[in-house]
């Protein structure tokens, strides 16, 4: 694979960009994809689904994907200023899956996962800990909450920054808890700058996870500790198989990913950026009350609760069909820019290619890595 060739960053023309684009922040869910600039918007969809139209996993070759390399930062940022909306309506502000444990609620089990992940990290009062690739900053505002600790949320995607900073201050955490704009391939931090680090299912969206795991080394102080939840496709994926490949590329194109790997590369990635892997582990492989994918695969007598019901039954089929014809029809009244509808459906075939890899023993969202960086 060629080396990365890093994307010029413009902060200045992407904090124009999302000005333009979406309106009066306070919005969210309907109302808010209601107040976008439809201009903006169409540039954003186009920008967007140029990597993917027309490219299907028959068709695909290394071409196409390393185009889709070289554009990481575009495609995950015009990702997620599509996407981000859909996200809040469907899932909440934490933007990732998790284990359920019996009689265990949505919202529990997914703080759970958080706790999880920040226990097997030692996080503790008083560190300075970086969350790459924060969202709009659910996690982050649990970690601070769970841990005591400092964290800056780093993102590329300016309006999740606003959504992120508004939702601390509402909170009351805005004096443990800030953000910061950049790309995580090169990120503006010194060297030798956070006690910890940690990221849930974000670096999936890098080019290269050898690159962007050494980038994090290099911020992180001797003797400091990194966290992941990476997005992986498993052993058993092979891909000379045309349907495992539709499924791999569903996810990717639903998920603003350019280059989903194996486990076993994802495992040397770390080691090869200088790490010391102190513990690693397929989560989707634990034996729990109901599977991680069990939101979107359309059982709601999965839910725990009452609350839960009608959380899951926005992401099931039915209720995802129901809510995209409700796009489809303020789309064409011309309520929300055209190409909502367009997003919604993509991020609908990653649902249920996530599905099927997770049946399958396919794909995992859930690899843990817990690694250190060296002392000396």
């Known amino acids: 694979m060629a080396p990365i060739a890093l994307e010029t960053e413009d902060h200045s023309r992407d904090a124009a960009f999302n000005k333009a684009l979406h309106g009066k922040l306070e919005e969210k869910g309907f109302r808010s994809m209601m107040s976008k600039d439809h201009v903006a918007h169409k540039l954003a969809v186009d920008e967007y689904f140029k990597h993917w139209d027309n490219k299907s996993a028959d068709a695909e070759t290394p071409e196409v994907r390393e185009s889709r390399r070289k554009e990481y930062a575009t495609?995950?940022?015009?990702?997620?200023?599509?996407?981000?909306?859909?996200?809040?309506?469907?899932?909440?502000?934490?933007?990732?899956?998790c284990r359920f444990a019996y009689g265990e609620g949505f919202y529990q089990a997914i703080a759970r996962h958080e706790h999880y992940l920040a226990h097997m990290m030692g996080l503790r009062n008083g560190m300075k800990?970086?969350?790459?690739?924060?969202?709009?900053?659910?996690?982050a505002r649990e970690i601070v909450k769970f841990s005591d600790v400092n964290v800056v949320g780093f993102n590329n995607n300016d309006y999740q920054i606003d959504r992120a900073t508004t939702y601390a201050?509402?909170?009351?955490?805005?004096?443990?808890?800030?953000?910061?704009?950049?790309?995580?391939?090169?990120?503006s931090f010194p060297s030798d700058t956070f006690?910890?680090?940690?990221?849930?299912?974000?670096?999936v969206h890098a080019p290269s996870l050898k690159d962007v795991y050494s980038e994090i080394l290099r911020v992180l102080k001797p003797g400091g500790v990194f966290g992941v939840y990476e997005w992986l496709m498993t052993d058993a994926y092979?891909?000379?198989?045309?349907?495992?490949?539709?499924?791999?590329?569903?996810?990717?194109?639903?998920?603003?990913?350019?280059?989903?790997?194996?486990?076993?590369?994802?495992?040397?990635a770390i080691t090869d950026a200088g790490f010391e892997l102190e513990l690693h582990e397929d989560l989707a492989n634990r034996v729990d009350a109901r599977p991680w994918y069990y939101p979107l695969d359309g059982n709601l007598r999965m839910a725990q609760s009452i609350g839960d019901v009608v959380t899951i039954a926005r992401m099931t089929k039915i209720g995802r069909t129901a809510a995209h014809g409700l796009i489809g029809g303020l789309e064409q009244i011309g309520l929300v820019p055209k190409g909502t509808k367009k997003t919604a459906d993509s991020l609908a075939v990653a649902a249920d290619c996530i599905v099927e890899g997770g049946k399958q023993k396919l794909f995992t969202p859930m690899y843990l890595m817990v690694a250190r960086k060296p002392a000396t």
Not at 129 to 139: A, I
Request: charged fraction near 25%; aromatic fraction near 10%.
């Open 75 to 97: 495609l995950t940022r015009h990702y997620y200023n599509l996407a981000t909306d859909i996200y809040e309506y469907g899932w909440g502000g934490c933007f990732h899956f």
């Open 129 to 139: 800990v970086l969350d790459v690739g924060c969202g709009v900053g659910g996690p």
């Open 169 to 187: 201050a509402k909170e009351g955490l805005s004096q443990k808890l800030s953000f910061v704009k950049g790309d995580f391939m090169q990120m």
């Open 195 to 203: 006690d910890a680090v940690y990221a849930i299912e974000a670096t």
């Open 238 to 268: 092979d891909d000379e198989k045309p349907n495992h490949r539709r499924i791999r590329l569903g996810i990717e194109q639903g998920d603003g990913i350019s280059n989903m790997v194996r486990i076993p590369e994802g495992v040397q």
